[in-house]
Structures are given as C-alpha cells and as structure tokens.
Nanobody, 117 residues
Framework: QVQLRESGGGSVQAGGSLTLSCAYSASPYCMAWFRQAQGKERERVATIEGLSRTSYADSVKGRFTISGNSAKNTLYLQMNSLKPEDTAMYYC??????????????WGQGTQVTVSS
C-alpha cells in the first residue's frame, strides 16, 4: 500500500511557474503525475521509473520536469511557462510493479492548478 499526498498547487499567471510536491509512504518504482481539467479526460503528464528514467506528454514536453528525492520520499513536478490550458487538478500516482505504462493503483487527493491569461 502506497500513500500519496500532493501539495504546491495554486493560481499563477500565464508564463509563470509552479512546483508540485508529492510525499509518498513507500518507494514505488513507477510514479507519475496526471491531470484532469473540468469536462475532460484524465491525462498522464509525466512518468518517472526508478526515480531516473522520465517521459512526458507532448503537451508539456520542454516545460515540465518530473523528479524525485528518495531521501525525502518526495516526488516533484516543476512546471514552467504555464499556459491557461494547463489549468487542471493534478494527481500524483504510483503502482506497485515495474509496468510503468499500465494503469496506476495508488492515488493522491489532488492539488488544483489554475493558470490565468
């Protein structure tokens, strides 16, 4: 069982930056950030495998960076050059095996990011 808790969301103007944090209770190999905008399907934003290998959705590539700190049991999402279309609830997620491209089992409660133009 992995417990996850996000923090760091808020409101920012377009072009600004935010860093989301996710405190986790274990050390899952597969961790990811997802987002869901109102009225839209959930989208995987970024994935990290073993706190090293990363991948990103095309919509955020070059602007967002996923990273982790094993000493602090914390996952991060650095978001730069934010756009109004980045507005969404952001979720931290993990799964208990090594199949990082599959469905995720453990979820945080989410943190809201709002980007104004």
């Amino acid at each position: 069982q992995v417990q996850l808790r996000e923090s760091g969301g808020g409101s920012v103007q377009a072009g600004g930056s935010l860093t989301l944090s996710c405190a986790y209770s274990a050390s899952p190999y597969c961790m990811a950030w997802f987002r869901q905008a109102q009225g839209k399907e959930r989208e995987r934003v970024a994935t990290i495998e073993g706190l090293s290998r990363t991948s990103y959705a095309d919509s955020v590539k070059g602007r967002f960076t996923i990273s982790g700190n094993s000493a602090k049991n914390t996952l991060y999402l650095q978001m730069n050059s934010l756009k109004p279309e980045d507005t969404a609830m952001y979720y931290c997620a993990a799964r208990g095996d090594f199949y990082c491209s599959g469905s995720y089992t453990f979820w945080g409660q989410g943190t809201q990011v709002t980007v104004s133009s």
